[in-house]
């Protein structure tokens, strides 16, 4: 069994729900032993759904490997008992409520002064300071207050993201901040805070729209499968109506696709296509004349034109589809006696297993 980067290192985490336990649990997949503190209910995020042989699709996937205690805080013994754990830990992760983790007793600041060499992580909605600091926050109100609504899908009702995407990011943005903060442990011997917002990564996923409406005076708008600043960018129908996304990133990949795909090279240097920009604003001629060649191509035709072009595409694949993808990299886990197959962890290391640990049940470990 190769070493791995955290081995030895504790972390206890009174989490809840994806944020923070993404982030531990990704922590548990490099080494750590992490000890996660559940209330007598268990993480809320066990109800969420019962898809996986009766066990919730979020918990499996955020909280493979890992211990579970159960404390209930509001006794003065669980307390003592959590003041122990950390006592003897490396990093303490905490998503609860705003200021409940002070309340109770487990503040950062507090914990750090009492242990110099602990690395604290604290994920919250909105941060430590300002005006909604205090607003309890989770993934879809987040995704509307940020903006991301606003820049995602097509025009009409609002709709959110398909997947949590602000709890994910923050749980990575913790990710990186904890391990950073080990790093400089091993370099100044001290441990360190780490303050992570819910809020705050949603606004550096924002950070293009941002910029082009702070500076440029106007925000991308709502697009559905194109891309409000290249062009051509989103999706077309062949003639046995299947669609194609594809997507030009440069002008000499445009060159390309209007030789080999529209048969047409004199089209890259038509004034109205001759650069992005031009593509982006005469976008609704530049997709009709696209839509016209590939409406008379059959889907494998297309394919073959743009592989010939090496223009960069892609299907639109249903979920059922993603299950079947050639592409796809699964791992085993053992969930209730019985196996499932999760998506592998996105980077591949020396250290990986052939299988992932279970996920733990309420009070497993305690």
Same mark, same amino acid.
């Given at each position: 069994?190769?070493?791995? &980067?955290?081995?030895?290192? #504790? +972390?206890?985490?009174?989490?809840?729900?994806?944020?923070? &336990?993404?982030?531990?649990?990704?922590?548990?997949?490099?080494?750590?032993?992490?000890?996660?503190?559940?209330? &007598?209910?268990?993480?809320?995020?066990?109800?969420?759904?019962?898809? +996986?042989?009766?066990?919730?699709? %979020?918990?499996?996937? #955020?909280?493979?490997?890992?211990?579970?205690?159960?404390?209930?805080?509001?006794?003065?013994?669980?307390?003592?008992?959590? *003041?122990? !754990?950390?006592?003897?830990?490396?990093?303490?992760?905490?998503?609860?409520?705003?200021?409940?983790?002070?309340?109770?007793?487990?503040?950062?600041?507090?914990?750090?002064?009492? *242990?110099?060499?602990?690395?604290?992580?604290?994920?919250?909605? %909105?941060?430590?300071?300002?005006?909604?600091? =205090?607003?309890?926050? %989770?993934?879809?109100?987040?995704?509307?207050?940020?903006?991301?609504?606003?820049?995602?899908?097509?025009?009409?009702?609002?709709?959110?993201?398909?997947?949590?995407?602000?709890?994910?990011?923050?749980?990575?943005?913790?990710?990186?901040?904890?391990?950073?903060?080990? !790093?400089?442990?091993?370099? $100044?011997?001290?441990?360190?805070?780490?303050?992570?917002?819910?809020?705050?990564?949603?606004?550096?996923?924002?950070?293009?729209?941002?910029?082009?409406?702070?500076?440029?005076?106007?925000?991308?708008?709502?697009?559905?499968?194109? =891309?409000?600043?290249?062009?051509?960018?989103?999706?077309? $129908?062949?003639?046995?109506?299947?669609?194609? +996304? !594809?997507?030009?990133? /440069?002008?000499?990949?445009?060159?390309?696709?209007?030789?080999?795909?529209?048969?047409?090279?004199?089209?890259?240097?038509?004034?109205?296509?001759?650069? /992005?920009?031009?593509?982006?604003? /005469?976008?609704?001629?530049?997709?009709? $004349?696209?839509?016209?060649?590939?409406?008379?191509? #059959?889907?494998?035709?297309?394919?073959?034109?743009?592989?010939?072009?090496?223009?960069?595409?892609?299907?639109?694949?249903?979920?059922?589809?993603?299950?079947? *993808?050639?592409?796809?990299? $699964?791992?085993?886990?053992?969930?209730?006696?019985?196996?499932?197959?999760? &998506?592998?962890?996105? %980077?591949?290391?020396?250290?990986?297993?052939?299988?992932?640990?279970?996920?733990?049940?309420?009070?497993?470990?305690?």
């Amino acid at each position: 069994m190769p070493v791995k &980067p955290l081995d030895g290192i #504790t +972390v206890v985490a009174l989490e809840q729900a994806v944020a923070a &336990p993404l982030c531990t649990s990704r922590l548990a997949d490099a080494g750590a032993r992490v000890i996660k503190i559940e209330r &007598p209910e268990g993480d809320f995020a066990r109800g969420y759904d019962k898809d +996986v042989f009766g066990e919730s699709s %979020y918990f499996v996937w #955020t909280n493979r490997g890992k211990e579970s205690v159960v404390l209930d805080l509001r006794q003065d013994e669980a307390k003592a008992r959590l *003041h122990e !754990l950390i006592a003897a830990a490396d990093v303490f992760v905490q998503n609860l409520a705003p200021g409940a983790a002070g309340r109770l007793g487990f503040g950062s600041e507090v914990l750090r002064a009492r *242990h110099p060499r602990l690395i604290t992580c604290d994920i919250s909605g %909105y941060g430590e300071a300002g005006p909604l600091q =205090h607003l309890k926050a %989770y993934d879809l109100l987040v995704q509307a207050e940020s903006g991301l609504v606003a820049v995602s899908g097509a025009p009409g009702p609002w709709g959110r993201i398909g997947v949590s995407i602000c709890d994910i990011t923050a749980g990575m943005n913790a990710l990186i901040g904890v391990q950073q903060a080990l !790093l400089q442990r091993e370099r $100044t011997g001290q441990g360190s805070g780490v303050s992570v917002s819910l809020f705050d990564s949603a606004a550096d996923l924002m950070s293009v729209p941002y910029l082009q409406a702070r500076y440029g005076g106007k925000a991308p708008a709502r697009v559905g499968l194109k =891309h409000p600043s290249i062009a051509p960018y989103g999706s077309f $129908t062949c003639s046995d109506g299947r669609e194609i +996304v !594809l997507s030009i990133q /440069n002008e000499r990949e445009w060159a390309s696709f209007c030789a080999a795909v529209m048969g047409d090279a004199a089209m890259a240097v038509d004034a109205r296509f001759c650069d /992005n920009a031009q593509r982006t604003a /005469n976008r609704t001629e530049l997709d009709a $004349t696209i839509q016209a060649v590939f409406g008379r191509l #059959t889907y494998a035709q297309a394919i073959d034109r743009l592989t010939e072009a090496q223009t960069a595409f892609g299907a639109i694949n249903s979920v059922h589809e993603l299950i079947a *993808h050639p592409q796809l990299r $699964t791992r085993p886990m053992m969930v209730n006696g019985r196996r499932a197959e999760v &998506p592998a962890a996105p %980077y591949r290391t020396a250290w990986d297993g052939d299988e992932f640990p279970p996920a733990p049940r309420i009070g497993e470990h305690g």
